[in-house]
Nanobody
Framework: QVQLVESGGGLVQAGGSLRLSCAAS????????MGWFRQAPGKEREFVAA????????FSADPVKGRFTISRVNVNNTVYLQMNSLKPEDTAVYYC???????????????????WGQGSQVTVSS
């Protein structure tokens, strides 16, 4: 069975850093583009960052640009989200997602992804 397991979340003060990890199993990792999304209470799930199957292209959403960096290590079946200069508005449950390589992939669209992790809580205090 396909599993995506996030880890590394927690409580941090504003300005601090966290590194989220997503370990994938049950799939051929290099066949999937990977993304990070987040969802705060009362809000819709929001795109954070994505990286292509090879790691050759990576990008992030405007609210986190310059602060968050997505990366992957295919041999370890793991994708990371390094979060620096955290702000209270970054508080959310962060989800890892996998999308089978396709010409129709739209990184920012939730429905583009085939598999999702259970999420990891990130709380940023003032």
């Amino acid at each position: 069975q396909v599993q995506l397991v996030e880890s590394g979340g927690g409580l941090v003060q504003a300005g601090g850093s966290l590194r989220l990890s997503c370990a994938a199993s049950g799939l051929t990792f290099s066949m999937y583009n990977m993304g990070w999304f987040r969802q705060a209470p009362g809000k819709e799930r929001e795109f954070v960052a994505a990286i292509t199957w090879s790691g050759g292209t990576a990008f992030s959403a405007d609210p986190v640009k310059g602060r968050f960096t997505i990366s992957r290590v295919n041999v370890n079946n793991t994708v990371y989200l390094q979060m620096n200069s955290l702000k209270p508005e970054d508080t959310a449950v962060y989800y890892c997602a996998a999308a089978l390589r396709s010409s129709t992939w739209v990184a920012e669209v939730v429905r583009s992804y085939n598999y999702w992790g259970q999420g990891s809580q990130v709380t940023v205090s003032s």
